[in-house]
């Protein structure tokens, strides 16, 4: 099975300009999480996505490389029947013409 998540928003400390230490703004997660399923061992996608959330709020990162491998490390230990992982941080709003962001995709 894969779960997928788009467009998973909030607002958020992160960022290393003196501006995004001070004031939130908002963050795009992306995933695409498989798994091996069994009729009692399935994910439940709102419990992931609330993870997440509260992971990147809490953490408050300077480097979305930071903040990718750390919720990679998180999302595996309370997931261990996760088999691939695909996930994406995107600032949309940090760039007045572009959307940046990191992913990475990671197979286990």
């Given at each position: ?6 467009d ?15 004031h ?9 999480l ?13 419990d ?27 999302i ?15 600032k ?17």
């Amino acid at each position: 099975m894969t779960i997928h998540i788009e467009d998973l928003h909030f607002d958020a400390i992160i960022g290393l300009l003196d501006f995004e230490r001070e004031h939130t703004q908002r963050v795009t997660i992306d995933l695409n999480l498989n798994y091996d399923y069994t009729t009692n061992d399935f994910i439940d996608y709102a419990d992931l996505c609330t993870l997440i959330e509260e992971k990147i709020k809490q953490a408050r990162y300077e480097l979305l490389e930071e903040a990718l491998l750390e919720l990679e490390t998180l999302i595996l230990s309370s997931y261990p029947q996760t088999r691939k992982l695909y996930l994406k941080i995107s600032k949309p709003d940090i760039l007045s013409n572009a959307t940046v962001g990191l992913s990475q995709e990671w197979h286990y």
